[in-house]
Nanobody, 118 residues
Framework: QVQLVESGGGLVQSGGSLRVSCEVS????????MGWYRQAPGTQRELVAT???????NYGDFVKGRFTISRDNAKNMVYLQMNSLKPEDTAVYYC????????????WGQGTQVTVSS
């Protein structure tokens, strides 16, 4: 059974920092590309950041150097460090795992709420 469990969300003031984490089980974690996506009410889910099995990273345009994605293959964990948070970063943040070869095989966590107050 594949599980992706996010944690670390919460309420933070504008300009503050937050780190969200995702613990993964049930897959060969080191082989998978991992990512963070977010969805605010009334909007489509959008890419925040991805990290490949080899450590290559990619960020959404809006990140602009504020966020850092990382992974710990020994712990089956992926992290998103978010700095200089803005109210528009308020959303549910979802962890995602993509199979390295079969892109239709993808898993999602249940999401963690991040709220940035102005």
């Amino acid at each position: 059974q594949v599980q992706l469990v996010e944690s670390g969300g919460g309420l933070v003031q504008s300009g503050g920092s937050l780190r969200v984490s995702c613990e993964v089980s049930g897959i060969r974690f080191s082989m998978y590309a991992m990512g963070w996506y977010r969805q605010a009410p009334g909007t489509q889910r959008e890419l925040v950041a991805t990290i490949s099995s080899g450590g290559n990273v990619n960020y959404g345009d809006f990140v602009k150097g504020r966020f850092t994605i990382s992974r710990d293959n020994a712990k089956n964990m992926v992290y998103l460090q978010m700095n200089s948070l803005k109210p528009e970063d308020t959303a549910v943040y979802y962890c995602n795992a993509k199979h390295p070869l079969i892109t239709s095989i993808t898993y999602w966590g249940q999401g963690t709420q991040v709220t940035v107050s102005s």
